[in-house]
């Protein structure tokens, strides 16, 4: 089963030429150009019966901002990018085994946190779990993660984000 990320339409995905379920969420319409060769994909696999259109229900949506915080990557999550990641923990806790289809990394580092599988179409995906905290370059001063300013508190100066842990990637395999 694929959950569908909008890189994967705008990457050239044709749901038609895959016989597994496909699923996507509503935001992802919104985030393709309308009349675009992307849009057109999303639309004719939707009207085929191809694709299931499904939101995420609000509990998984906490969670994943949960686990977004915990690895570094709330503030570079878009709503899409919860959505589609809820989704996925959603069909999991199912008994479903979704394999999330998305280029993005930040996608990718939480799927990772979360032992759900995932592809990349354009790249060759995240190599490492990346754990990630906040800093300022100026001062050396650290912050959590879920810090919500993007700013210090004591010079003003925008933070960074830096790696504070790496372990390899398994792409959600179990065993590998």
């Known amino acids: 089963m694929l959950i569908l990320d909008a890189s994967a339409f705008i990457m050239g995905y044709e749901p038609s030429n895959i016989k597994t379920k496909q699923f996507s969420v509503p935001s992802v319409l919104r985030e393709l150009i309308p009349e675009s060769t992307p849009w057109i994909r999303f639309m004719i696999a939707l009207e085929g019966c191809l694709l299931q259109v499904q939101a995420p229900t609000e509990s998984y949506l906490k969670e994943v901002e949960k686990a977004s915080v915990k690895v570094g990557e709330g503030k570079k999550l878009s709503d899409t990018d919860r959505d589609i990641l809820a989704l996925a923990l959603e069909l999991k806790d199912r008994g479903k085994e979704p394999v999330i289809v998305s280029d993005d990394y ?31 370059p100026a001062c050396y001063r650290r912050y959590p993660s879920s810090y919500i300013s993007e700013t210090c508190r004591v010079c003003g100066t925008k933070l960074r984000r830096r790696t504070t842990r790496k372990t390899l990637a398994t792409r959600g395999e179990k065993g590998e």
């Open 106 to 136: 930040s996608i990718q580092n939480i799927a990772e946190s979360k032992g759900i599988r995932y592809i990349s179409l354009s790249t060759l995906g995240i190599r490492y779990l990346l754990k990630r905290t906040l800093y300022c």
